[in-house]
Structures are given as C-alpha cells and as structure tokens.
C-alpha cells in the first residue's frame, strides 16, 4: 500500500478542491481512494466536483471535520477554511465504496445492509473485506455498524461521525460528488497488509459509578441506581445541578464523561454528556442500555494534550513497524477543550508519525474496536489507525 497527503486553504471551495487534488494526482499513481476532510464553510457539493475534476474515477470518502485538520504541516483551519486529502493506492490493495443519506422510509440498518452490497460490488468482490471504514451523521451510527454486520460479520472497523464548527446539524458528509447531512458512507477494504487500531478515551477511572436503571429512549439516561441522573453526577462531582443543565453539561463533562465498559473489560466506551435536561435526565452522544454500569472518568486538559501522544505512541508498538499511513480520528469535544493548544497536539502527531502521510479529523463520534471485542462507537474519543 502506499499513500500521499495534501491540503488547500483556498478561498473558494472549487479553487481547494481543484488545488488539493491536483496535489494528490501529482504525488500518487493510481489512487485507488481519496478520504477527504473540509471546512463546513466551503461549499461541500461545489468542493467534490472540483476534487472529482482533478481525480476522474477515484471514489472519495469522507466529511466536514470541527475547526481544522492536522497534516504533517501541522494543524491546518481555525479561522481559515481547509480542506485536506489523504490519498491510498498501491497493488496490493483493492477498495470499494459506498454512501447514502438517510432515506425516511428505511432505517439505518437497512441502509447498512445495502452499503455493504453496495461496497463489495463495486470492490468486485463476493466476500467480506479485511477492514472498513465509516462515517456517519451523529445519530444512528449504531445501527448502520449492525446492519453492514449482518452482510459480513465481525470485521474491524475504524472511522468517525461528520463534525460541524457550532454543533448546529451544519456537517456534511461525503461520498463521490454526492454530499449529504444525514446518512452514512463506507469503505471496504481488500487486502494483505496488516490493520491495527487504537482505540481509546485515554481517561481515568473513578470509584463513582452506578447501574442505568432507566432510559428514555437510546440516548438519554433518565436514572441511575434509581435516582435521576443528573442529580447523581452532580452529586459524584460536587456540583450545583443547576449548573449542568442545559448545554452546559456538554463543556462542563469534557474533563469528566461516563465510561461503559465491554463484556471483557478490555475498552472502556465513552459515553459524552451533551445535555442536562429539566427532568434531570441527561442526553449522551451514544446508545446506552438499562442494567449497564455507567463510570465516571476524569482527565484534564494536560491529560487530553498527552493523551494524543502517548496513544499513538501504543498504536506504534500494537503495529510493529511502520505503515503505509496513519489515519487519526480525534473526538472534536477534546478539541474544543484543548483549544488555542492545539498547537501542541499537532506537534505530536508530526512527531509520532515520524515521516509517514497521515491526516487527523475532529470528529462528533469515534469508532474502533478492541481485538476479541465488537466493533464500537463512542464520544471523546481517539480511534488511531496504522494502515498497510
């Protein structure tokens, strides 16, 4: 496998789109995927054209990312719109792709279902991949996991949700010249190189915690040891309850979210507090099931600034040597909390990466697995990836 990465910060979404695949098309021969990432200030249908333009018959992948990406250039947006392209082709490789917004009439994982068709037809295979990719509104991601598994069983998985600059539903996601604000794309992978991901909220556990003992529908906790939820945090935390309610749960829990943990303990799944409502049942940024331990998990901002370094320093040693490219998926809550550090955490990346192409996107939902485990979602996140 091999790879080539490159960004644009243009000030029309064609001009970035025709500059960043003109880029790509001249560092890489036979790009078999382009896994973009953009500004939600561009306009995203115009910016697809432009690439498709430049790059005839490679299927691209990808969606808007929250404030920025980082390269080997080190971190790319703020105030300026961007757009970058992480680039994948080689012999040994075959990839297939598929996307489709969400359609009122079929659920989620039926539209999974039809990806995963969709995905090993175009790949021009009958078999499931070695590994795929995937990104989805942050929504349902869930249940588009469930339905591709169900076409090919328990493969491994890494990807992330589409992230907009306000968390105001003004994402895109992507998928060839198509773009879409609610659905989902993905993309299979056929080949004998090696695929290892770290996935990980990189936080500490506590001693407080408590089994969820009722739930108003998949993402909102309404009680915890039958007490309402809320008042439980707070009271784990030392805090007035008022003063999480509403979204300032959101920023307020970024230091310290709930934990789920999987059946083998080896991942602990974060479970972001987007909301405090009046009822003092608290809205979370992924599923979670009544009779479920919910932990709470606490790092501050030093420890978010570290973690990014330290994990993909895991991700490394978990690979052995080095890949064709790294792809990083970082949740864009840690990034809001890291804010005018950012700096530093793109230093990392450039240092851990260590000369090998690779892009990092802020995310609203982070996917990975764990070897043995289930292919799962979570909020505050980092899913890292060595691919090739």
């Known amino acids: 496998m091999k790879s080539f990465v490159a960004t644009s910060t243009a000030a029309t979404a064609a001009e970035a789109g025709k500059e960043v ?5 001249a560092g890489i021969d036979g790009a078999k995927l382009a896994m973009a990432y953009g500004s939600c200030d561009y306009d995203s249908k115009a910016l697809l054209d432009a690439v498709a333009a430049e790059l005839p018959g490679v299927p691209v992948v990808g969606n808007t990312s929250f404030t920025g990406i980082v390269t080997p250039e080190g971190f790319v947006g703020g105030d300026t719109p961007f757009v970058g392209i992480l680039a994948l082709g080689g012999d040994d490789v075959v990839i297939g792709t598929a996307g489709a917004a969400r359609d009122t009439a079929d659920c989620p994982r039926k539209i999974g ?40 069983g328990r493969v491994p998985f890494f990807g992330g949700s589409a992230a907009d600059n306000e968390i105001a539903g003004k994402w895109w ?8 604000q609610d659905g989902c794309t993905i993309a299979f992978f056929y080949t004998d190189t090696p695929f290892v991901n770290k996935f990980t909220g990189a936080y500490a556990e506590t001693d407080d915690f408590g089994v969820v003992t009722k739930m108003d529908g998949d993402r909102g906790i309404a009680e915890i040891d039958g007490k309402p939820a809320l008042q439980v945090y707070a009271d784990w935390r030392g805090m007035d309850v008022e003063s999480l309610k509403g979204a300032a749960l959101l920023s307020e829990s970024i ?11 080896d991942l602990v799944a974060i479970r972001h507090p987007m909301n405090g ?8 940024g992924a599923k979670v099931v009544e009779k479920t331990a919910v932990i709470r998990m606490e790092g501050d901002v030093d420890c978010l600034v570290a973690s990014v370094g330290k994990t993909a320093a895991e991700l490394k040693e978990k690979a052995g ?8 998926v970082h949740c864009g809550g840690r990034r809001a909390a890291i804010a ?16 090998v192409p690779f892009i ?20 505050l996140m980092l899913s890292f990836s060595a691919l090739g």
């Open 173 to 180: 996601i992507y998928n060839g010249t198509e773009t879409f």
């Open 321 to 328: 040597a080095k890949p064709a490219a790294y792809f990083f």
């Open 360 to 379: 990092a996107e802020f995310t609203f939902g982070e996917y990975g697995f764990e070897q043995d485990g289930c292919n799962s979602i979570g909020g």
């Open 277 to 284: 409502n009046e009822d003092l049942s608290i809205a979370v």
């Open 113 to 152: 279902r039809k990806l995963a068709e969709e995905a090993m037809k175009a790949a021009g295979k009958d078999c499931p991949p070695d590994y795929w990719y995937m990104v989805g509104s942050p929504a349902e991601e869930e249940y588009y996991i469930k339905g591709v598994t169900e076409v090919i």
């Open 255 to 265: 230091v310290s979210p709930l934990g789920v943990k999987d059946r083998l303990g």
């Open 21 to 25: 695949a003109a880029k790509i098309a």
């Open 340 to 355: 005018d550090r950012i700096g530093e955490v793109a230093e990392q990346f450039v240092k851990e990466a260590d000369g």
